[in-house]
């Protein structure tokens, strides 16, 4: 009887009654080849519509590329139409008669657009395939014509695309090539030119100095030029206290080699061009820092450079300065509130029908030149002044003052309405974002939103109707709080409407009449559309929508959202879950985490991305990989969520992405809860090994990338932000700032698992000292670990992030899935590029 039941039990587990879940044992290196980012382009093109709106009237034009070539379209949305620009084919031969170039209708890629001629001719230009000589010096810039023969032999030559030029007449659809085309000459980097165009204003040798409309024209044209006319405008600068710029990531080298150079002044306008003002930094107290590129050309590099360390005492002094063009005389702000502070000058939005302009203007937020309006910030970020100066006296007004026992944002949206009698604020005093009208002289007149969801930016505002357009998120229900919708309300704070709706994240590209607005609709697991709407949020026509097909044919499957709930069972956290395209349910994976702690963002895509490198590819090695947000994270929430790891900088986010993965393996059967991986970059890097080191039998392999891993190392504005600064008053009168911040160091005896650190060694964001320090620790704890430096790299690993792909990836493989691969080769990086010998 015992071995009939034996028998039995043998049958049903051999036909799957009892079937478990098989732990996956090797990794898909083929799959995850096939997303590398050189295929993707080649598989998705467009996602968006960019409009660029046109000066007269509300005509917009936009290119979208797509498997079949790149098209050109003009959309009028007060006639609700949309037309090709031109007939692609046609344009490709009516080119290739003109220049006897070939050229055809599939690879047809024209450059520098621009409407002329009352915008009824197209002017633009395409690359040949032919090259040309062209003088070059060896800075680049066009030689001045030399007699001497000698010299001339001695010129550079460099090897150039030739450039053919065409205007397109769009009434009678005719081209002509332009053999006499004139460049228009490009505004130069280093050039604040002020609005009226008849001066600019430049830095060198750390002082300001201007330049004449006629000699400015010169320098367009030969920097270099021997009769170019430059005045010296101040004589008080000196390095670390200059004017402009301080050449931050350049060499010493290359400091010293660019010291005569022009260079920019950051400078901006009063609208009439009468006066203009700057913010000047004085960091001749503030520490040095450097790094080491040992693989520069020729000997390695030295990069020296001031960098002011959470905590330390040493901070950068910012002052304000006013110039009157006329007299050529400095008037200094009596800005100075709080000790360590920063200035910010706020500035003008741009026109969105001014982009195709030839020159480009820096201006003050308010019309005419006797104010300036600007924003002061202690250093603890606790307290926020809108003020404004006399640009004569230099004498301070304020007119609102921000008060928070947190920090309050730097981003926050300001608008002048009414001739500038009125101000639109934004502020989180009431525990949400919310925009706040005043009048001129900084009296409340009322708040314009409320309401337990979040305003973001400013898109619009229509003064004659009094009507404010503005981005928000966390209003509509049953959406991810997250997605991001376009609304109008009035200033008095009724008539609020939504104008995007759809369970959907939104950008919006509304015109400066604010009469329409391109949308662009997606989430992570949609295909984006774009569509046109006009300002009461009646939709007038489908524009594009992205074409995946080559995507889809590659085995390519949208990734799943999900909710969880946070570490107090009660706060809703939202991530995505990204599993491989041949997904077996009846096989058990390791679960993989990319983390990004904030607070200023969250690593979780709310939109249709290609940028699989982070979550979709990683899956395709054999992983499920999701993404979370966590309490302490993404501002676009409350200012509780936000701020709920202030004085905790470590920890904070590390228990809902625990808990979270544990819910999921509840839901889940395919997840194994005991292979768990976790990795990120920069402030993910911190929180990965952090994760590993506080839950150490949870977390069991991470790869750390140029992680902040001790904060009293980093930069003071992310983590005195965040974490807190303790601003002290003593009884004289003196103030000083407290700052103590748990570090990954300490913790350095609690690791277990395998843990590779990862950073660039001339990263001078989160300067790999950082690494180091984590790897001493780890050393003196007696612990085996893996450590990576990426030569000549920063923060970004640059023209090395496909190796860090697969170096990250064949780690999890090794430690989480048991696939070791022995080849010193990386097999499938060799595939996709050309062996040349």
């Known amino acids: ?37 050189n295929r993707l382009r080649k598989m998705v093109f467009s996602t968006s519509v960019n409009p660029h709106w046109l000066k007269n009237g509300e005509k917009f034009w936009y290119t979208y590329r797509t498997p079949e070539g790149q098209f050109y379209y003009l959309v009028d949305p007060v006639k609700n139409t949309k037309s090709k620009l031109f007939d692609v084919v046609k344009m490709a031969a009516d080119m290739s008669r003109l220049t006897g170039d070939p050229f055809d209708a599939q690879h047809l890629y024209i450059d520098k657009i621009k409407f002329i001629n009352n915008e009824k001719v197209l002017q633009f230009q395409v690359k040949s395939k032919l090259v040309e000589e062209e003088d070059k010096d060896e800075e680049g810039d066009k030689q001045e014509e030399k007699n001497d023969k000698e010299k001339k032999d001695k010129a550079k030559k460099k090897m150039v695309a030739k450039v053919w030029h065409f205007e397109y007449t769009l009434a009678s659809k005719k081209l002509n090539l332009l053999d006499d085309f004139e460049k228009p000459l490009e ?29 400015y024209k010169k320098a367009q044209k030969n920097e270099k030029d021997s009769t170019i006319v430059e005045h010296q405008l101040t004589t008080d600068g000196v390095e670390h206290y200059c004017y402009g710029t301080n050449s931050y990531s350049k ?120 104010l300036l309006y600007f924003k002061r910030t202690s250093r603890d970020m606790k307290r926020v002044d809108i003020c404004t100066a006399n640009t004569t006296t230099g004498e301070v007004n304020i007119l609102i003052e921000e008060r928070l026992n947190t920090y309050i944002e730097g981003r926050s949206p300001f608008a002048l309405v009414n001739n500038g009698k009125e101000l639109i604020h ?56 997250y997605y991001s919708h376009l609304y109008r309300v009035n200033f008095d704070g009724t008539g609020l409407q939504i104008l995007n709706k759809g369970d959907f994240n939104h950008d919006s590209d509304l015109n ?32 594009e929508t992205t074409d995946l097909t080559r995507l889809f044919e590659t085995g390519y499957q949208f990734p799943e959202t999900f909710k969880v709930k946070a570490g107090d069972g009660i706060t809703d956290i939202y991530g995505v879950m990204y599993k491989p395209f041949d997904f077996d349910p009846n096989k058990k994976y390791p679960i993989l985490t990319y983390v990004y702690p904030g607070p200023q963002t969250e690593a979780v895509y709310k939109s249709f991305s290609v940028r699989m490198d982070r979550a979709d590819r990683m899956a395709q090695l054999g992983f499920i990989v999701v993404t979370m947000g966590n309490r302490g994270g993404h501002p676009a929430r409350s200012k509780w969520y936000h701020n709920y790891g202030y004085g905790n900088l470590r920890d904070y986010g590390l228990e809902d992405k625990k808990v979270g993965i544990e819910q999921l393996a509840d839901r889940y059967s395919f997840i194994d809860i005991n292979k768990v991986g976790i990795y990120g970059h920069s402030g993910g890097g911190f929180m990965s090994t952090a994760a590993m080191l506080v839950y150490p039998d949870f977390f069991k392999v991470a790869v750390s990338a140029a992680g902040n891993h001790d904060n009293n190392i980093y930069n003071r504005w992310w983590s005195e932000t965040h974490h807190g600064v303790k601003e002290v008053v003593s009884e004289k009168g003196d103030t000083t700032f407290q700052y103590k911040i748990d570090t990954n160091p300490s913790l350095a005896k609690n690791l277990k698992g395998k843990l590779m650190i990862v950073t660039g060694d001339i990263d001078d964001n989160v300067h790999p000292g950082n690494s180091i320090r984590m790897a001493n620790a780890l050393i003196k704890a007696n612990k085996r670990f893996d450590f990576f430096l990426y030569p000549g790299q920063r923060h970004g690993f640059g023209n090395m992030s496909e190796y860090s792909f697969w170096l990250r990836g064949e780690y999890f493989c090794k430690y989480l899935i048991g696939d070791f691969r022995s080849s010193a080769d990386y097999v499938e990086m060799q595939k996709d590029q050309p062996q040349k010998r």
């Open 426 to 481: 934004w502020s989180e005093r009431d525990g949400w974002a919310h925009f706040y009208l005043y009048d001129e002289k900084g009296k409340l007149k009322n708040q314009i939103t409320s309401g337990p969801w979040h305003c973001d930016g400013i898109q619009g505002i229509d003064e004659q109707n009094r009507v404010l357009y503005f981005t928000a998120n966390a209003r509509e229900k049953g959406e991810d709080p």
């Open 187 to 215: 505004q130069k980097d280093w050039a604040s030119v002020a609005p009226n165009q008849e001066y600019v204003i430049f830095a060198k040798q750390h002082n300001l100095w201007w330049m004449d409309a006629e000699n």
């Open 1 to 37: 009887m015992k071995r009939n039941l034996l028998t039995l039990l043998f049958v049903l587990i051999g036909i799957g009654v009892f079937a478990q879940e098989t732990p996956v044992t090797k990794a898909n290196f083929e799959l995850a080849a096939k997303f590398s980012p």
């Open 251 to 370: 060499t010493n080298r290359e400091k010293e080699e660019d010291k005569d150079k022009r260079k920019e002044a950051y400078v901006t306008f009063s609208s009439d061009s009468k006066k203009f003002a700057l913010t000047r930094e004085d960091e001749r107290e503030v520490k040095d820092l450097w790094v080491i590129n040992s693989v520069a050309k020729g000997r390695p590099t030295l990069q020296s450079y001031k960098y002011h360390m959470a905590g330390e005492k040493e901070a950068p002094q910012y002052e304000l300065q006013i110039f009157d063009w006329e007299s050529k005389k400095a008037v200094k702000v009596k800005a100075n509130a709080f000790k360590d502070q920063t200035i910010s000058i706020l500035t003008a939005p741009r026109q969105k029908r001014n982009e195709a302009d030839d020159v480009k203007f820096s201006k003050w937020m308010n019309k005419g030149s006797d």
């Open 512 to 543: 400066d009449q604010t009469h329409y607005f391109v949308n662009n609709a997606s989430r992570v697991n949609t295909a984006p559309v774009s569509a046109l709407y006009n300002s009461k949020g009646n939709k007038l026509m489908d524009l």
